[in-house]
């Protein structure tokens, strides 16, 4: 079984930043793409950023230039750096991983909810 548990979400005013980070345990060979999505209250998920096995980055418009994707060197924990935080980023953020274990598996964790006050 592999998990993936999500952590630093909270309540912050506009203007400032929030890291996230998702760790990921359990019986992993490896983790090829890992990223984020976020599901505003009313909305459906959407992409944030991902990030592959090689450090390559992707990023969804509304957050280019403000947010950041980066792994630690095992590859099992991925961070999102959040600057310039708006009231439109409030959402419940998601990690994802696609995992290679006893057989390739997408995992999703629980979410963790980052609201921006005005």
């Known amino acids: 079984q592999v998990k993936l548990v999500e952590s630093g979400g909270g309540l912050v005013q506009a203007g400032v930043s929030l890291r996230l980070s998702c760790a990921a345990s359990?019986?992993?060979?490896?983790?090829?793409?890992m990223g984020w999505y976020r599901q505003a209250p009313g909305k459906q998920r959407e992409l944030v950023a991902t990030?592959?096995?090689?450090?390559?980055?992707n990023y969804a418009d509304p957050v280019k230039g403000r947010f950041t994707i980066s792994r630690d060197n095992a590859g099992n924990t991925v961070y999102l750096q959040m600057n310039s935080l708006k009231p439109e980023d409030t959402a419940v953020y998601y990690c994802?991983?696609?995992?290679?274990?006893?057989?390739?598996?997408?995992?999703w964790g629980q979410g963790t909810l980052v609201t921006v006050s005005s």
């Open positions: 994802n991983a696609d995992v290679r274990s006893w057989r390739y598996l997408e995992v």
């Open positions: 359990g019986s992993i060979i490896s983790i090829d793409n």
């Open positions: 990030i592959n096995s090689g450090g390559n980055t």
